[in-house]
């Protein structure tokens, strides 16, 4: 799952010129008026709105705090489409009031007018502290470092008098069979917490602290909600004859025995082999193989004969 910083092809650790610089670059690069990319327009608007978001500090402090997916979940509806035209301001299609690369709409300087719609009650009062973690990591008990960040400029942190920006570094305990977006009480999983608990208790009685397990893509996979999917390589002999293939899981080797007369086209299933889902939706996702046929660039003598024999033995019989 790709997030803003993804997106824009930035790091983390951003300046906001560099943000600002991505962001017309690609605005650019994909506006749906100068781009034949049949994406173009998903791939403008995913840039939109992950400028929208990082380009605005308190929203960029909104995003680390509740992480990509239920940043989306949660405020998709109340932000992005919703966004001010100020924030739009030197975007990408608006340089020298040229309006051809970026926002589109009627308002100042060519970009749309949007109106602030209030933020939902529900999470005024609720803190999300992210922790990263790997796939494999899902199925494990695991000790992780997290940060939360008092920003005293933050509603959610201003009904105190305590206004000194203050960073805490801790440690917590994440159960084993977690899964995206699961949301875990701080209290129930911080390390040698007292001080912390004992804080957040006394300046800010009226919030809410949960850890939000998000969890990090692996290379060689492609996620789609909790399914997995990998392209893998197979030789052509055992698409025909058959045979038993080892597929690395998340959980270790996979072995899967393929039948004879197996059709590259066709997708192999490893079910329970993917992402955990909520134990009130079941298990687990499936593991998904998209075959493609290995095709050898070089044939020793033995193995060009014994091909040249498959060849004929499959040719059409002369008729005489």
Known sequence: MRNYYDILGISRDATQEEIKNAYRKLAKKYHPDSSSDEDSKERFQEI???????????????????????????????????????????????????????????????????????????????????????????????????????????????????????????????????????LIPLEDVICDGEELIHHLHAHYPNNLYYVIILVNDRPGYTRKNYHLYMDYTIDFHTLVLGGTIKVPGLNGE????????????????????????PPKIGKRGDLYLNLHIRIPKQLTPEQEFAFQMVRKAFEEPTAT
């Open 48 to 182: 939109q709105e992950a400028y929208a978001v990082l380009s605005n500090p308190d929203k960029r402090q909104k995003y680390h705090y509740y992480g990509h997916s239920a940043y989306r979940d949660t405020f998709h509806s109340y932000d992005f489409t919703h966004t001010s035209s100020q924030e739009h301001e030197h975007c990408g299609a608006c340089d020298g009031g040229d309006c051809s690369g970026g926002c589109s709409g009627h308002g100042e300087n060519g970009c749309h007018v949007h109106h602030p719609h209030p933020e939902p009650d529900f999470f005024k009062h609720v803190v999300r502290i992210s922790v990263h973690l790997e796939m494999e990591e899902t199925f494990q008990t695991v000790t992780k470092e997290a940060v939360l960040i008092e920003y005293p400029s933050t509603p959610i942190f201003s009904a105190s008098r305590h206004t000194a920006e203050k960073e805490w570094k801790f440690k917590v305990i994440i159960p084993a069979n977690t899964y995206e977006n699961q």
């Open 254 to 277: 996979l072995l899967f025995s393929v039948p004879p007369g197996t059709s590259p086209e066709q997708r192999l299933r490893f079910p329970s082999e993917g992402m955990n889902y």
